[in-house]
């Protein structure tokens, strides 16, 4: 099973700040097999980027996900408030598995 | 615009077996450009995945589970079910019904998923 990493837990910025998300996988895996998922209080998960890099459709484009290997991010550009949510990666190179989330508080 | 939304009972007695089905409406289940599945959520944790389903009734399953659980497809009713047996305390979570999106042949990622229902386990 590959383990998905995810730092920080928590992450306090003010809006329009760059918020840097990182997951680290315990074995390598291709690029088409990572996405990013948003989750607001309450709320199912959101599709935001498959493939480490597409934007799923209706994602602003703030919304940024890169890397290769074990180390991918996603990078929110410029923060909204809107953008208060936990934020999770995801494989699928063989049995799915999530990594532990990233909380993104806005100040 | 295509919808899923879970449906079953919200209360299960500890070894009774948990039971839902998630009807798809918006578009036809048999496509073959996508598996449909089932993640859960424990209250205050992160999300996994139980397992997914093509419509031809291959089955994929987390290894953690798979002793207990049994997912099934409908084309004639448009919908697919869980069945997990057995169950604890540990079982208590919101679980999603959700599409996946067919990427190299596998299970892919979930660009659709329901609003959620929460099943407690409790006597």
């Known amino acids: 099973e590959i383990v998905l990493t995810q730092s920080p837990v928590t992450l306090s910025l003010s809006p329009g700040e760059r918020a840097t998300l990182s997951c680290r996988a315990s074995?390598?895996?291709?690029?088409?097999?990572l996405a990013w998922y948003q989750q607001k209080p309450g709320q199912a998960p959101r599709l935001l980027i498959h493939?480490?890099?597409s934007r799923a459709t209706g994602i602003p484009d703030r919304f940024s996900g890169s890397g290769s290997g074990t180390d991918f991010t996603l990078t929110i550009s410029s923060l909204e408030p809107e953008d208060s949510a936990v934020y999770y990666c995801?494989?699928?190179?063989?049995?799915?598995?999530f990594g532990g989330g990233t909380k993104v508080e806005i100040k | 615009q295509l919808q899923l939304q879970e449906s079953g009972p919200g209360l299960v007695k500890p070894s009774e077996t948990l039971s839902l089905t998630c009807p798809v409406s918006?578009?036809?289940?048999?496509?073959?450009?996508?598996?449909w599945g089932w993640i859960r959520q424990p209250p205050g944790k992160g999300l996994e995945w139980i397992g997914s389903?093509?419509?031809?009734?291959?089955?994929y399953y987390n290894p953690s589970l798979e002793r207990r659980v049994t997912i099934s497809v409908d084309t004639s009713k448009n919908q697919f079910s869980l069945k997990l047996t057995s169950v604890t305390a540990a079982d208590t979570a919101v679980y999603y019904c959700t599409r996946h999106v067919r990427v190299l042949e596998w299970v892919g990622y979930m660009d659709v998923w329901g609003k959620g229902t929460t099943v407690t386990v409790s006597s």
């Open positions: 389903i093509y419509y031809d009734g291959s089955t």
């Open positions: 493939g480490a890099s």
């Open positions: 074995q390598s895996f291709s690029t088409t097999y």
């Open positions: 995801q494989q699928c190179g063989g049995a799915l598995t």
């Open positions: 918006g578009g036809s289940i048999d496509r073959n450009s996508y598996y």
